[in-house]
């Protein structure tokens, strides 16, 4: 009686368990249902969640009567295919009159009428991409219209404007922009060569006083050293022809110097060269006149100036060229001997249309910027042109005077990725 006992048990709490599933798989359909009718907003006679067709497609059902809608992409342009049945059998396209509208975002709609061809209606037109609109169907057949409206969406993403803020998303509109080319240069910072001079004494003779050091500033006309001639056995001064900073110093007291002998180098540093090097597959490149922004590293502030002169002998050694910048240097910051960098501009353009560098994103292998209408944001396939580190030129894909995302879209691709792309092929 025991084991009986049990067993009936166990019936019942299957039996039980059965209903329960049952029960929460009605449930779960009904949401998905739900989920369904929400993504597509499909209207139309006995409306349902969106149905495969035998194609591969989606079914729109009016009765008995029903169209599949199709993209076919196989080895051509992208194009719509409209198939036909009357329960559940093909109907003869050439019975059927049809046209497909697609509402993009931003407004922007097509209409495509269909001809028969073979055991289909097909598009006019091929169907541009994104393949992401609001579909509009109208049919008849044997005196009787029939519509269906749905979305099919791919790479779209709704956020609120809060949710758009905390991402950072920053929103910019497309138009003309002006590109700027640049090529980074090395180079050192080194004395004005037309701004040196060489101290010499007039006299052999013997140096009695030395009054600068290197470092030392020095008016024109100054005292730097008294040498005694040999001839005279008076003594002389040697003076300075240029103001400026000591920057070399070959004499001591109690010396004998010759005539011409170099004492002092003194150079006048309120103006420096900067000497670029240039390398050879860049020499087509660089011109006289051109603008160059000099970084002197170390969180020193930049300067601007421009190529000045072009060296027109190359180095053996380094196969390089030489580019000068002439560079003010009142402040006297910028210190000979020390490396910099520049940022030479090699080309200026200006082109129609234009979006930020940062904004595009690779999705599926193709290059895209995303639009924005509202809290909408559209994935937009682009052609793209010429760039510099700021802006890239649009060649085709979208308008000037469209929103788009200018910062921080990888938040929006990343939403695509999670949510997928799809549309009925």
Do not use: C
Request: hydrophobic fraction near 40%.
């Amino acid at each position: 009686m025991k084991r009986s006992a049990s067993i009936v048990a166990i019936v019942a709490i299957v039996v039980v368990g059965a209903a329960l599933g049952a029960l929460i798989l009605r449930t779960e359909r009904r949401v998905a249902d739900v989920a369904g009718h929400a993504d597509s907003e499909e209207t139309g006679a006995e409306h349902a969640a969106a149905e495969e067709g035998p194609h591969g497609g989606r079914l729109l059902r009016d009765g008995s009567f029903a169209a599949e809608v199709t993209i076919f992409e196989r080895g051509v342009p992208p194009e719509l295919r409209l198939y036909f049945y009357d329960d559940g059998e093909p109907i003869e396209p050439s019975e059927v009159s049809a046209r497909v509208t697609l509402e993009r975002l931003g407004g922007k709609s097509a209409t495509i009428e269909l001809r028969p061809q073979a055991d289909y209606l097909r598009g006019s037109e091929p169907v541009e991409e994104p393949h992401s609109f609001d579909v509009t169907v109208d049919a008849a057949w044997r005196g009787r219209e029939h519509r269906w409206t749905y979305g099919s969406y791919e790479g779209r993403v709704r956020l609120t404007a809060d949710a758009a803020a905390r991402a950072g998303i920053e929103i910019a509109t497309a138009g003309p922009a002006t590109l700027e080319t640049e090529l980074r240069l090395n180079g050192r910072i080194v004395p004005n060569e037309d701004r040196l001079a060489h101290v010499l004494p007039r006299f052999a003779g013997i140096v009695r006083d030395v009054r600068k050091h290197i470092g030392d500033p020095v008016a024109k006309g100054e005292v730097m050293a008294v040498v005694q001639s040999n001839q005279s056995l008076q003594s002389y001064d040697v003076r300075s022809e240029l103001a400026g900073t000591v920057i070399q110093k070959h004499v001591t007291p109690g010396e004998y110097v010759a005539e011409g002998d170099h004492l002092y180098t003194v150079a006048n540093l309120e103006t420096v060269w900067v000497d670029l090097d240039v390398y050879r597959q860049d020499f087509p490149r660089i011109a006289v006149g051109q603008p160059v922004v000099l970084d002197p590293g170390e969180g020193l502030p930049q300067a601007e100036g421009q190529i000045d002169y072009i060296s027109p002998f190359g180095s053996a050694s380094t196969q390089t060229m030489l580019a000068r910048v002439i560079l003010p240097n009142p402040a006297l910051a910028w210190r000979p001997g020390f490396f910099v960098t520049g940022e030479v501009m090699v080309e200026r353009a200006q082109v129609p249309l234009a979006v930020r560098a940062e904004a595009t994103q690779t999705i599926g292998g193709a290059t895209v910027v995303f639009l924005q209408d509202g809290d909408v944001y559209q994935a937009q396939p682009v052609e793209l042109g010429r760039r510099d580190d700021r802006w890239v030129e649009v060649l085709s894909g979208i308008e000037p005077g469209q929103r788009y995302v200018a910062r921080n879209s990888f938040v929006l691709k990343a939403d695509v990725g999670k949510s997928g792309a799809r549309h009925e092929h």
